[in-house]
């Protein structure tokens, strides 16, 4: 069995006692943390179409700690024109594992 859930803007295929990794949640370790915004739901080839979402359908995590992500550099340069300019940006996650699907 698994879902297509809708996780902070970010939608995933999820399924029992996975790990994922997803922008970071206010929550504290150890926590749970339920989002009701199932797109999808295949129980054992018995798919159902949320429109938009499924009603009654919810996926349980349990956040298991926050991290932060690759460090990006954005460099901006314009030519002959001595402009030069570096950014850098590192977003935040919450590793989760998902505890319960019901549907």
């Known amino acids: 069995m698994y879902v297509i859930v809708d996780i902070q803007g970010q939608q995933m295929k999820v399924e029992k ?3 994922l990794f997803v922008h970071r949640i206010n ?3 150890g926590s749970t943390v ?3 915004k199932v797109l999808l ?3 054992g080839g018995t798919v159902t179409v949320g429109t938009p979402t499924v009603d009654g359908a919810k ?3 349990e956040v298991v700690s926050q991290a932060k992500g690759d460090k990006v550099l954005i460099f901006h340069k314009k030519r ?3 402009h030069r300019k570096l950014n850098g940006h590192r977003q935040q996650f ?3 594992i998902v ?3 019901i549907a």
């Open 80 to 82: 002959r024109k001595g």
């Open 34 to 36: 339920e989002f009701d």
């Open 59 to 61: 996926v349980v995590l």
């Open 41 to 43: 739901v295949d129980n």
């Open 27 to 29: 929550a504290e370790n």
């Open 99 to 101: 505890k319960e699907i």
């Open 94 to 96: 919450s590793e989760v």
């Open 17 to 19: 006692d996975q790990k």
